[in-house]
């Protein structure tokens, strides 16, 4: 089994649509949760992070966690083409992350 | 902001040659991490350093070595480059106050030959 498992893609959705990323990971010992975007050619860039059960909203992202069923969740709320990129989750239970092999999403105009 | 840059954004290296990859970062992190990105593999750590001369072995080590002289500089270094090691290198750092947040250099594209 995979440490973090995203579901697979490419994930389509129309402009102004709401995009769901899912993520889970198999150490309970966890603490920390990170989502990355990555454009094609460029390097990961840190988007969102949560540490607590439940609700981080950042703009038109929301990060949902609970350690209780191991998954962690990304929300892009009002899709815009400039979203279109590939996110990946990583979880850490202390300075080493591991992650997630990415789900590439593609917004619609 | 936090700032990693990386010596090359693209390499064309012959097979046997010895290539150095530089790393360095402006924010004063402990911690400094090398990746290999691969299309269907997604990120692997090669190697990774929580201080100055201290290294650890990541998950795919074989033929890579590292070096941290000063705080700001990590380097990966590749005693004999072959063509599965053509890649995207990413390196990457973290304080070591922080809660393992991770911040990437623009990455160096590989080509070996």
């Known amino acids: 089994q995979k440490e973090v498992e995203q579901n697979s893609g490419p994930l389509s959705v129309p402009e102004g649509a709401i995009a769901s990323l899912n993520c889970t990971y198999s150490d309970r010992g966890s603490q920390s949760f990170f989502w990355y975007r990555q454009y094609s050619g460029k390097s990961p860039e840190l988007i969102m992070f949560?540490?607590?059960?439940g609700d981080k909203e950042d703009g038109r992202f929301t990060a949902q966690l609970n350690k209780a069923s191991q998954y962690v969740s990304l929300l892009i709320r009002d899709s815009q083409p400039s979203d279109s990129a590939t996110y990946l989750c990583?979880?850490?239970?202390?300075?080493?992350?591991?992650f997630g092999a990415g789900t590439t999403v593609t917004v619609r105009a | 902001d936090v700032k990693v840059t990386q010596s090359s954004r693209y390499l064309v290296k012959r097979t046997g040659e010895k290539v150095f990859l530089e790393c360095v970062q402006d924010?004063?992190?402990?911690?400094m991490f090398w990746y290999r990105q691969d299309p269907g593999l997604g990120l692997r750590l090669i190697y990774f350093?929580?201080?100055?001369?201290?290294?650890e072995k990541g998950d795919i080590p074989e033929g890579y070595s590292v070096s941290r002289e000063k705080k700001e500089r990590f380097s990966l270094i590749l005693e004999s480059a072959s063509t599965n090691q053509t890649s995207m290198y990413l390196c990457?750092?973290?304080?070591?106050?922080?809660?393992?947040?991770?911040?990437f250099g623009p990455g160096t594209r590989l080509t070996v030959t």
């Open positions: 990457a750092s973290s304080p070591d106050r922080g809660q393992g947040e991770q911040y």
């Open positions: 350093s929580y201080d100055v001369k201290m290294k």
């Open positions: 949560i540490y607590s059960n």
């Open positions: 924010m004063d992190h402990e911690n």
């Open positions: 990583a979880v850490t239970p202390g300075y080493k992350l591991s």
